[in-house]
């Protein structure tokens, strides 16, 4: 089988195609014949062994988000049978055309919907979900939400409008995305180099971090909240929250989903129901083979997606 793997840290230049043996799902595990993987900024940042994600033992193979149709089972799984297609995360490299899954990391994906369908917005609607769960935006409140074009951004955009959210601020680096996002129902579009993002909100995801998360948090309404779900790190000055009464709160999914894993089923089910009721769009900027992978990371290295970017084995 093929895979990209990378055998020192840079840009997209270091990805590399192979040959290798097929892996064998251990204990808990699925063999996915992959049908689509998704490219992320954490999965790309990874190769950058610079802090952000870097440190991972070299030569390496991205994980991530996979679709696919189940090849063999590992010992213990109970709840699927080879032939079931499914999504899920690939921790051990998702890039290539086999790759293993965990099972409790696995859901079906239903009939009507393809594999670049799953990848587009299982993941990244699962994230916006728990955001929002984690933010609990009254029915009042507004919401900023940082990399708003993203692969998780739009669809947050959309569900924060779902969710009855009376004003959705999309913030993102370039006016260049401004008609895709007023189109996903963003009342205002800012870009990252604005003077000003217009009025406090009450809520901001942050899907970015780094430099922008004073920014961010300056954005705020006194006594306004932070989700902060991003790789990106970024600091605060500790005064800044108490001179507001803000609050910031980390999100990562595998918390989410090990402490609430009832809301977290049940998010997956919205999702779909959104998505075949026409509600939710989940958009793909660019479907690339996965012997160009390099060029998905570029996509993404050039913040220029709007939505998300998708390998095919």
Do not use: C
């Amino acid at each position: 089988m093929r895979r990209v793997r990378f055998h020192a840290y840079g840009g997209p230049e270091v990805l590399r195609v192979e040959e290798a043996e097929a892996p064998v799902p251990g204990p808990g595990e699925l063999l996915v014949r992959t049908e689509a993987v998704g490219v992320s900024l954490p999965s790309v940042r990874r190769t950058h062994g610079d802090g952000q994600g870097g440190g991972v033992p070299l030569p390496a193979v991205l994980g991530g988000e996979v679709a696919g149709e189940v090849a063999a089972l590992g010992p213990d799984v109970t709840g699927f049978a080879v032939g079931d297609r499914v999504t899920g995360l690939s921790f051990t490299g998702s890039y290539a055309d086999l790759t293993t899954v965990p099972a409790a990391l696995a859901a079906r994906i239903p009939d009507g919907a393809t594999g670049v369908d799953a990848v587009a917005l299982v993941r990244g609607g699962q994230v916006a979900l728990a955001v929002l769960a984690t933010a609990a935006p009254t029915g009042t409140e507004s919401v900023l939400i940082t990399g708003a074009a993203s692969a998780t951004g739009h669809l947050a955009v959309q569900l924060a409008r779902l969710r009855g959210v009376p004003r959705v601020v999309a913030a993102v680096g370039s006016a260049a995305k401004a008609d895709f996002l007023y189109g996903l129902g963003a009342d205002e579009v800012v870009t990252y180099e604005d003077e000003s993002w217009g009025a406090p909100v009450d809520i901001v995801l942050d899907g970015v971090g780094g430099d922008l998360l004073p920014r961010a948090v300056a954005a705020l309404a006194p006594g306004g909240r932070l989700v902060f779900f991003n790789s990106g790190g970024g600091t605060v000055p500790a005064y800044d929250l108490l001179a507001g009464s803000k609050t910031i709160t980390g999100l990562t999914m595998a918390r989410f989903a090990a402490t609430r894993p009832e809301l977290y089923e049940r998010h997956g089910t919205e999702l779909w129901e959104h998505f075949f009721a026409g509600r939710l769009r989940a958009a793909v900027h660019a479907r690339i083979p996965l012997a160009e992978a390099a060029r998905a990371h570029e996509i993404i290295e050039a913040r220029a997606n709007l939505g998300k970017v998708v390998l095919l084995p």
